[in-house]
């Protein structure tokens, strides 16, 4: 699946949402300066940001469709996973990773974060979480149940949309205590809202998850029944967003 999302990286990049402009900040006042190692850079939202906030950034990205992407747009970005990438003595005042680091080993990782850190700098791992309302997700969770009953669609449209991104968060957070290099990791949270139409959900899906490889004739039949159901509840509809971050600075020791 880490590998589908570069299918259609224009779709990728124009709907995906970005990040909350705090985080951005708390991140980078809190570096000791601006050069930021983005991992899993994807189509740049997050390096994208960081640059528009005074940083420098270096992207590590394994899907050369992404890569191809970010570069067009003035992206430096290099071609690997985050395991086998070969830092070559660079170091970084910060490493972040938004909505890709569950597919990084979260120990590998971190210590591969501390490698690349100086001292005092930051690592910081996020997720934005979307919750639509509750009689939107129920209808998709029974859409998915019905169309796509081997899919794990069903059961995490069934549950709260955070309880999933905890156990990620859960997970990121032992690898860097595991790392034995940093500081208490700590989480940070930002809540926030986004408004959407019926074509402008649509255009989302088809970038998440499991539907990012399903055959397109399915895709549509899927799609047209989710927009039954937005249809439904007025057509539209406030998705509250809760973008969770896991935290932690290299020890100057370390």
């Not at 940083?55 to 899907?63: A, F, I, K, R």
């Not at 569950?102 to 919750?131: C, M, S, T, Y």
């Not at 959900?201 to 539907?211: I, N, S």
Request: glycine letters at 10%; hydrophobic letters at 40%; one cysteine or more.
């Amino acid at each position: 699946m880490a590998e589908s999302f570069g299918s259609d990286p224009e779709r990728y990049d124009r709907t995906r949402p970005r990040y909350p402009d705090a985080l951005v900040q708390r991140i980078t006042a809190s570096s000791p300066g601006r050069d930021v190692l983005d991992v899993g850079l994807g189509t740049g939202i997050v390096a994208r940001q960081f640059h528009a906030a005074g940083c420098t950034v270096l992207g590590v990205e394994p899907d050369s469709r992404m890569v191809e992407w970010a570069r067009q747009r003035g992206l430096e970005v290099e071609v690997a996973t985050f395991e086998a990438w070969e830092p070559a003595g660079r170091t970084f005042d910060a490493v972040v990773s938004g909505q890709t680091w569950h597919w990084v080993d979260p120990v590998i990782g971190a210590a591969k974060a501390a490698e690349v850190l100086r001292p005092g700098g930051r690592v910081a791992v996020f997720w934005n979480v979307e919750q639509p309302p509750p009689e939107l997700a129920t209808a998709v969770a029974a859409i998915y149940r019905r169309m796509m009953p081997d899919s794990p669609l069903a059961r995490q449209w069934a549950a709260s949309g955070s309880d999933g991104y905890s156990v990620l968060a859960d997970r990121a957070a032992d690898g860097m205590r595991q790392a034995g290099a940093f500081g208490t990791p700590e989480r940070w949270r930002f809540d926030w809202e986004r408004s959407y139409t019926r074509d402008e959900w649509l255009d989302v899906l088809p970038t998440q998850g499991c539907l990012t490889r399903i055959p397109p004739a399915r895709l549509a039949e899927v799609l047209a029944e989710i927009g039954a159901a937005v249809d439904a509840i007025g057509g539209g509809f406030t998705a509250g967003y809760t973008t969770t971050a896991v935290t932690a600075i290299r020890a100057s020791t370390a």
